[in-house]
């Protein structure tokens, strides 16, 4: 799977908007791009993903860039059960991945103040 | 409620005991793995699973089994359990492999190898 670049941390107040920014240049026209997180002590959880258009869900907003090259997670109002680690992932069956691994990275850790 | 259910959450073991770990799904998924979390070396894919009776080895199956006998259940064994062993697992289900199916993480099982 194509590499993903993210900020390390960052940091959102409770109740606002928060954008987590994802790069991935190297992109191929079939890779999805994920989302996961993973909150202290638990397994990683699915977000949201897309392809080419921008997508919502009850969790939030993947904003998708026209080149693809990088996307957005939006979640439109922080809570405090939001602080978890984010990943962006590229995700495509073909070559060398037949099966199915998700490769996180480093990911962003978002920590939500009161 | 659609979950993915590993047990035991916790273990402490002795060198050499043969264990086995649960996983089971209700989501009627084909695809399910195993992986395993380190500090610093991010989810690493054990074996997977395509669907009943299908099983192959991800990126680290040394010292470890697995069968899939029905749909829903995914054991993973470790026969003769060695210290380089202790680490956080998951499971993980999909309906099916392709790229944009989210998977679906179990809350991690955590064995001490002694």
């Known amino acids: 799977d194509a590499k993903t670049t993210q900020p390390n941390s960052m940091e959102s107040n409770e109740e606002e908007p928060v954008h987590l920014p994802c790069n991935h240049s190297?992109?191929?026209?079939?890779?999805?791009i994920h989302w996961y997180r993973q909150l202290p002590s638990q397994g990683p959880e699915y977000v949201i993903h897309?392809?080419?258009s921008n997508v919502n869900n009850r969790m939030a907003s993947l904003a998708i860039a026209e080149d693809r090259k990088s996307s957005t997670l939006i979640l439109h109002r922080a809570t405090l059960r939001d602080a978890a680690v984010y990943y962006c992932?590229?995700?495509?069956?073909?070559?060398?991945?037949?099966?199915?691994?998700?490769?996180f990275g480093g990911g962003t850790r978002l920590m939500v103040k009161p | 409620e659609a979950q993915v259910t590993q047990n035991p959450r916790y273990l402490i073991t002795v060198t050499g005991k043969k264990l086995t770990v649960t996983c089971s799904q209700n989501?009627?998924?084909?695809?399910m793995s195993w992986y395993r979390q380190d500090p610093g070396l991010g989810l690493r894919q054990i074996y997977y699973?395509?669907?009943?009776?299908?099983?192959d080895k991800g990126d680290v199956p040394e010292g470890y089994k697995v069968s899939r006998k029905e749909k829903r259940n995914f054991p993973l064994i470790l026969e003769s359990p060695s210290p380089n062993q202790t680490s956080l697992y998951f499971c993980?289900?999909?309906?099916?492999?392709?790229?944009?199916?989210?998977?679906?993480f179990g809350d991690g099982t955590r064995l001490s190898i002694l």
């Open positions: 992932i590229l995700r495509d069956v073909t070559g060398s991945n037949a099966g199915n691994m998700l490769t």
């Open positions: 993980a289900s999909s309906l099916t492999q392709g790229p944009n199916q989210p998977q679906h």
């Open positions: 699973s395509m669907n009943v009776e299908v099983t």
């Open positions: 897309g392809l080419t």
């Open positions: 989501m009627n998924h084909e695809y």
């Open positions: 190297t992109i191929s026209g079939t890779d999805y």
